[in-house]
């Protein structure tokens, strides 16, 4: 069965360095969401992207954040100067083009020090 | 902008009864899909059932079954027979219906199985 990807499972970084969380979707999805979950928090949506452009951002996904997708397989999640606030799981989604249902990744875990 | 509420941020239950977890909404839609995610001490998010605010009829899989009241904007997921393996954080989500959008997730309810 088709499984989003997500590397790396677990990334340390120093407050102030630039992070690329990696995702691969499932092959022939056409949509793309990066959610947040902070620890013993709700999951929270960050940004949707579509035809190479982002759809959607929430106001976490500041100018510190950006997508893309490089090579039309990788989906990328860049942090360019990380905060310890930044500090969290990491999940990509892909889904069809009926777009009814999300499938999730197993995630990053980002520490910041 | 659509909130999900879910008000038991724990619960427990003893294996092989059955729980059932609470969830509600708001939202101006009137077409739109709600879903439960369960997440494990391992926290991949896992699609436990999904339902479309266009079908009367509640889903249901295996032993996961929904409650949609609509009018009442109410989402409840009942676990049967329950199992160790159902111990897990379940959120809810509800999601609008044009294509490409967002999931907005409530804030969780932790449920412990007792052997």
């Known amino acids: 069965e088709p499984e989003v990807t997500q590397t790396p499972s677990h990334q340390v970084t120093q407050m102030g360095q630039e992070v690329i969380l990696r995702c691969v979707p499932i092959?022939?999805?056409?949509?793309f969401y990066w959610y947040r979950q902070i620890l013993g928090q709700k999951v929270e949506f960050l940004v949707s992207?579509?035809?190479?452009?982002?759809?959607?951002k929430s106001e976490i996904f500041d100018d510190q954040f950006s997508v893309e997708r490089p090579d039309g397989s990788n989906f990328t999640l860049k942090i360019r100067s990380t905060k310890l606030e930044d500090s969290a799981m990491y999940f990509c989604?892909?889904?069809?083009?009926?777009?009814?249902?999300?499938?999730f990744g197993p995630g990053t875990r980002l520490t910041v020090l | 902008a659509q909130t999900v509420t879910q008000s038991q941020p724990e619960m427990s239950v003893q294996e092989a009864e059955t729980v059932t977890l609470s969830c509600t909404y708001d939202?101006?839609?009137?077409?739109?899909?709600l879903f439960w995610y369960k997440q494990p001490p391992s926290r991949q998010m896992i699609l436990v059932i999904r339902?479309?605010?266009?079908?009367?009829q509640n889903a249901t899989e295996n032993r996961f079954s929904v409650n949609f009241q609509k009018a009442a904007k109410s989402f409840s997921l009942k676990i049967s027979d329950s199992q160790l393996g159902d111990t897990a954080m379940y959120f809810c989500?509800?999601?609008?219906?044009?294509?490409?959008?967002?999931?907005?997730f409530g804030t969780g309810t932790r449920l412990t199985i007792i052997p």
């Open positions: 989604a892909s889904a069809g083009a009926e777009g009814n249902e999300q499938f």
């Open positions: 092959s022939n999805h056409l949509y």
């Open positions: 992207f579509y035809n190479n452009e982002i759809s959607e």
């Open positions: 939202t101006s839609e009137n077409n739109y899909y």
């Open positions: 339902q479309e605010a266009y079908k009367q």
């Open positions: 989500a509800f999601m609008r219906t044009f294509g490409n959008e967002k999931l907005t």
